[in-house]
């Protein structure tokens, strides 16, 4: 039988359940798009751009965007593999997706499929030239086995990044690493998981950079077997 403290330590290792991240975003997801650029303190462009570049697109690449929110990657991601790419963006929470096919049909965007599933399950019958994940690996509960199904999606020679908020490492701001607690907590986020490192292991040519002080992180790599 496990201990009390055990169980503490697991739960905190999973970070929040499955339904109370769907409950918590069923609630955002209206706000998402205004709150967001507030939550990542002026960071969010740069963030999503490094992220961006670090799975170098060419035009008329496949690529997924898993728990992809609203959307806020789909214009950049665009720009990138044109009007003859594919993008498939996938999400657990339904409120997220009904913002982001708003937002898709609004701009009348027809390379883009939206699917409704668990990260950490997922199973699509094709691979991709580039997968990537933005401030989803804190929240992910099983967010391990997601990084194992974003590579089996993956090509050989296929690029992936994950970028995410995290405790800085960083000696002269790591007493401010509570209020980064305290606004990941309010995100549904556990903001001390480190994927990139196991990522980092899974990969070739893996690169990894910070941005604000180290609160925020970018990793990337590539599936090996080109
Ligand atoms: C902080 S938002 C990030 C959204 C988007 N990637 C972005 O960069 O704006 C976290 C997202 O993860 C989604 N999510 C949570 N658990 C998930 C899971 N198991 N599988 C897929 N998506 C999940 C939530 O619904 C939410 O849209």
Redesign the pocket.
């Known amino acids: 039988m496990k201990t009390s403290f055990e169980i503490r330590r697991e739960s905190t290792k999973m970070g929040f359940e499955?339904s109370s991240?769907?409950k918590i975003?069923r609630q955002w997801a209206k706000t998402y798009e205004w709150l967001?650029p507030i939550y990542l303190l002026g960071n969010e462009a740069k963030l999503r751009q490094k992220a961006i570049r670090a799975i170098n697109l060419q035009p008329n690449q496949s690529v997924l965007?898993?728990?992809?929110?609203?959307g806020?990657?789909f214009p950049l991601i665009l720009d990138q593999i044109g009007p003859q790419g594919r993008l498939i963006g996938?999400?657990?929470?339904p409120e997220?997706l009904i913002q982001v096919r708003e937002k898709v049909s609004r701009h009348q965007w027809s390379n883009i499929q939206l699917i409704q599933?668990?990260?950490?399950n997922l199973q699509l019958e094709y691979q991709f030239d580039a997968i990537l994940?933005?401030?989803?690996m804190s929240?992910?509960?099983n967010y391990e086995r997601?990084l194992e199904r974003m590579l089996a999606h993956l090509k050989p020679g296929g690029w992936i990044s994950i970028s995410d908020a995290q405790l800085s490492s960083r000696w002269y701001v790591r007493p401010f690493n509570w209020i980064g607690n305290l606004m990941g907590w309010s995100?549904a986020?556990d903001i001390s998981r480190t994927p990139w490192k196991r990522l980092s292991t899974l990969v070739e040519n893996s690169s990894y950079q910070e941005l604000f002080f180290g609160f925020f992180y970018i990793a990337s790599g590539q599936k090996a077997g080109f």
Do not use: F, H, K, S
């Open positions: 499955q991240i769907r975003y967001t965007d898993l728990a992809c929110g609203t806020r990657n996938v999400d657990y929470t997220m599933g668990d990260a950490a994940c933005t401030l989803a929240v992910i509960p997601a995100a986020a």
